[in-house]
């Protein structure tokens, strides 16, 4: 896959801000730059539509943009906040065993975004955010009843939902609100269905305005050796 050197300019990043901000001070960083045309499309398709679905293997940056999004969007109060959650499957839904409030069991699971988040703003900044409320961390099981407005939403890991699930959680989108959807079908750890599959037939079969991005190994680009793992377990099936 050819490798993209030019500089992707977001039209809606140049919206003028009346204001500046503790971050505006922090932190001053450019948008963010497309490694692989694939990568591209996904910076295209958030910046054009309220909801996108991003589907792939590990090491292709789909749950790094989503969270480098995230912290651009916060820092730039083009958003009031950012909600991250995901389904509690790790091998067995577990998250009862660990100790803390749901909120502490469930950080571990959401690491990878806000590793990605704390690295774009700041440590100290995420940390001021997520005391204000700014950051909510939302175990996927006490979605129900929620109205997401105003925010940027981030399921992660979403090939472990299913159907009742995801249904219930696409329902909860309201005003003003993004949503970002990452997954890959080919890890589900479900016995049923993956809610993510259904939802991936419906956008297809019913030709819904929501676009899905879809790595392959070819984008992956965190490592030639994690290209090499992929590939060694895609080619055996397991």
């Known amino acids: 896959m050819k490798r993209r050197r030019a500089r992707l300019e977001l039209v809606e990043d140049r919206t003028v801000r009346l204001h500046r901000t503790r971050f505006d001070e922090e932190r001053n960083l450019g948008p963010i730059q497309p490694l692989t045309d694939r990568q591209a499309e996904y910076l295209d398709a958030l910046a054009l539509h309220p909801q996108v679905i991003v589907l792939g293997p590990a090491g292709t940056g789909k749950t790094y943009i989503a969270g480098t999004r995230a912290a651009d969007l916060l820092r730039q109060r083009r958003i009031a906040k950012v909600i991250i959650t995901r389904p509690n499957v790790p091998g067995g839904r577990s998250l009862g065993f660990f100790p803390g409030t749901l909120e502490q069991k469930i950080a571990p699971w959401v690491a990878p975004l806000t590793e990605a988040m704390k690295e774009r703003m700041g440590a100290a900044a995420f940390e001021i955010a997520l005391k204000a409320g700014d950051i909510e961390i939302v175990p996927f099981e006490v ?18 939902t299913t159907t009742a699930e995801i249904k219930m959680f696409l329902t909860r989108i309201g005003d003003a609100c993004q949503v970002i959807i990452n997954g890959d079908v080919s890890q589900t750890d479900l016995r049923e269905t993956s809610g993510l599959r259904t939802v991936i037939h419906l956008i297809k079969s019913r030709m819904m305005p929501i676009p899905v991005v879809e790595f392959t190994r070819d984008d992956i680009v965190r490592s030639g050796i994690c290209a090499e793992w992929v590939k060694a377990f895609e080619e055996t099936n397991l």
Do not use: H, P, S, Y
């Open 143 to 160: 979605m129900r009843g929620r109205t997401f407005k105003d925010c940027l939403v981030i399921l992660d890991e979403a090939q472990n």
